[in-house]
């Protein structure tokens, strides 16, 4: 079992910046990535970014440029730095470690969420 526990989160003027920071424990060699998704209310949960073990990163076309994905060398504590923030950034941020068996099987493991507020 893998363990994500996440903070950070808080209300910011568009414009600003928030860093989301996840702390992974248990079995967490088993994961073949970290991420961030979020949740909007009334929208599909969404991937932000994430980050393979071997270091490969993915972010959405919408924060490209503004959010940047980290880990730290122990790969157990992945953070999120998101810059010039807008409102429809507003949203449930979740962090999530992935556990990929094939191209369609795949386990995923979820964090509480930390809400994210940003005002215009």
């Known amino acids: 079992q893998v363990q994500l526990v996440e903070s950070g989160g808080g209300f910011v003027q568009a414009g600003g910046s928030l860093r989301l920071s996840c702390a992974a424990s248990g079995s967490t060699d088993i994961l073949d990535a970290l991420g961030w998704y979020r949740q909007a209310p009334g929208k599909e949960r969404e991937l932000v970014a994430t980050i393979s073990t071997g270091g490969d990163t993915k972010y959405a076309d919408s924060v490209k440029d503004r959010f940047t994905i980290s880990r730290d060398n122990a790969k157990t504590t992945v953070y999120l730095q998101m810059n010039s923030l807008k409102p429809e950034d507003t949203a449930v941020y979740y962090c999530?470690?992935?556990?990929?068996?094939?191209?369609?099987?795949?386990?995923?493991?979820w964090g509480q969420g930390t809400q994210v507020t940003v005002s215009s």
């Open positions: 999530n470690g992935e556990k990929t068996y094939s191209d369609i099987l795949r386990e995923d493991y």
